[in-house]
Every structure is written in structure tokens, then in C-alpha cells.
């Protein structure tokens, strides 16, 4: 089969592969079209083996920040995923995040986010769940708001130990409240990822401000250790904030949080376009508790 052939064979084969690609293989493997088909097949179970190790690390997201998640990893969650289709009748369910779990110790980008949690049998995407831990936050300040009201009315009457109650209760929806917006946020982040997956890209879309610099911080220390690590000199990181077109007015929010924070760091970064920043870093860089 001359070489024109082969290559056409090979495209319909492999719809998804660039043309200098298939030719590329078909070159280093002399001509020989079962060994490029057998070159290319290889490559493709590897980068679906890279993919799933990065998806692992996704699994281990964001623990400090997050919580400390002792959950399934991606692999575990894909099998329980298979069985959920298998088995639709069954719910997944995951247990309560303490509140008050470590924030110290190695601050890794990826690592523990929480297992998405199925609210229904039928429930299917990560964006689904990272809506309903939205509202389900929105309920929990609704009642702190409402909880403390009361508590107020009793103190004020002189009823002290109802008071604490109402107070206590109040404390409780709180906690509630910012464990629902971290399994929100950390289902975004796995929903941005899945859309764009790039180990060197972290996509803030749908976070709040203040999760968006604490995760940006734990992603650019996880950065920088891998440069040191592997003794790479230099590497450059794209940042999705976003437009804002969605904020109060269209006026972005994350986007200057994120920039004064790279300012904060010392980190150089240019912008790419109106919602996405190239930041670039050093394995001498700073991380976060080298900051002053």
C-alpha cells in the first residue's frame, strides 16, 4: 500500500489524530501499516492511562481547602459509577466532612475532592451536583439567618438559655453552609477540568472569590514543587477567571482577586484574553508559607 493510502487509511481509523501525526508514526514505523496502527493504538491507551493518573490526583483535590476527604479515588468512583448504570436503583451516598478537619501540612492542588453525591437515582453530571450543594448552602444561610433572629428576640426578652439554643442551632447551619459551597466548588472544579484537561490549567468558573485565590494559592504550590521536583527551570500555567459576564453588572471579580494575588506572590503573567491569564513560574518561586 503506498504511502498516500495508507495515511487515508489510517485518518479514517483514527478520525481524531492530525494529519501529521498518522504521518509522523507511519515514518518511524518504516512504512509498515499494521505497526502504525499498532504505534497509534499504544498511544492512545497511554494517554487514557495518563488521564486517569491526573484524574486521580483531581479525585485527591483541594483536601486542605476542601476538607480531608478519605474517599474513593478517580478510578474507584469510575467503577462505582459503572455500577450506579448497572444498578440505577441504587443511590450513592457519601459521609458527613467534619468541618474542622486539618488545613495544615502539604498543600497539593489535587488532592481529595469529594466523591460527587448522587441526589437522585437518576442524577448524572458533576454540574448538577455542584448546583444542588448551591442551594443546598443557600437553605443552610437561610436558616442561620432566620436562627439567629430568633436567638436575638429571646435574648432580648431575657430568656438567655433559649437564646444560646437558637445561637447554637445557628452555628451548626453555618458549618453546613460552607461544607455545602466546598463540595460545590470542588464539583465545579471537576466539571472545568473534564471540559479543558490540562495538568497546567486551573479553571475558576462558577467559584466564588475566595474559594477561587485559596484554590489558585494550593494549584501554584503544587506547580512549583513539581518544577522542583522533576529540576525544571521555568513553566507557564494558564488561569481561567472567567469574563465576568455573569457577575453583579458585568463587572469581573475573580479576575482581579486572582491578579492581585499574583502580584502578592511575585509572579509574573500576561493576559491571554479578557478571562484568561498566563502565569508564569520558577522552581525559586514562592510558596504560600514562604509569603510574609
Same mark, same amino acid.
Request: with cysteine.
Given at each position: ?17 492530525? +494529519? ?9 514505523? *518504516? ?23 491526573? @484524574? ?25 459509577? /459503572?455500577?450506579? /448504570? ?22 497539593? $492542588?489535587?488532592?481529595? @475532592? ?12 458533576? /454540574? ?20 439567629? +433572629? ?13 437564646? =444560646? ?33 490540562? =495538568? ?12 477561587? $485565590? ?5 494549584? @501554584? ?21 472567567? +469574563?465576568?459576564?455573569?457577575?453583579? =453588572? ?7 482577586? $486572582?491578579?492581585?494575588? @499574583? ?26 508559607? *514562604?509569603?510574609?
Amino acid at each position: 500500500m503506498d504511502e498516500s493510502r495508507a495515511i487515508l487509511h489510517l485518518s479514517t481509523r483514527f478520525p481524531n489524530k492530525s +494529519r501529521e501525526y498518522l504521518v509522523r508514526k507511519y515514518y518511524q514505523c *518504516d512504512g509498515h501499516l499494521n505497526a502504525t496502527i499498532a504505534a497509534i493504538t499504544n498511544d492512545e491507551s497511554e494517554e487514557v492511562s495518563l488521564c486517569n493518573r491526573f @484524574l486521580d490526583s483531581l479525585f485527591t483535590c483541594i483536601g486542605n481547602l476542601f476538607c480531608c476527604w478519605d474517599g474513593p479515588s478517580y478510578t474507584e468512583f469510575q467503577e462505582r459509577s /459503572r455500577n450506579e /448504570r448497572q444498578y440505577p436503583s441504587q443511590v450513592i451516598t457519601t459521609p458527613i466532612i467534619s468541618p474542622s478537619a486539618p488545613k495544615g501540612a502539604t498543600r497539593r $492542588v489535587f488532592q481529595e @475532592l469529594p466523591q460527587v453525591h448522587q441526589v437522585t437515582t437518576n442524577a448524572g453530571s458533576a /454540574r448538577h451536583s455542584a448546583t444542588f450543594y448551591r442551594e443546598q448552602a443557600q437553605q443552610h444561610l437561610e436558616k442561620k439567618r432566620e436562627l439567629n +433572629r430568633i436567638a436575638h428576640q429571646y435574648k432580648q426578652g431575657g430568656k438567655y438559655k433559649l437564646a =444560646n439554643e437558637y445561637f447554637e442551632a445557628a452555628k451548626k447551619q453555618k458549618q453546613q453552609h460552607e461544607e455545602a459551597n466546598r463540595r460545590a466548588a470542588a464539583a465545579f472544579l471537576k466539571e472545568n477540568y473534564e471540559k479543558n484537561p490540562s =495538568n497546567d490549567t486551573i479553571d475558576f468558573h462558577h467559584l466564588y472569590v475566595k474559594e477561587a $485565590v485559596e484554590v489558585l494559592d494550593i494549584f @501554584l504550590d503544587d506547580q512549583i514543587g513539581g518544577l522542583r521536583d522533576d529540576n525544571v527551570k521555568t513553566k507557564a500555567l494558564s488561569v481561567i477567571t472567567g +469574563r465576568g459576564k455573569h457577575s453583579e =453588572n458585568g463587572v469581573p471579580k475573580i479576575k482581579p482577586a $486572582v491578579i492581585e494575588r @499574583l502580584i502578592v506572590r511575585k509572579l509574573k503573567f500576561s493576559e491571554v484574553n479578557a478571562g484568561h491569564l498566563k502565569v508564569y513560574i520558577y522552581k525559586n518561586s514562592l510558596l504560600t508559607n *514562604d509569603l510574609s
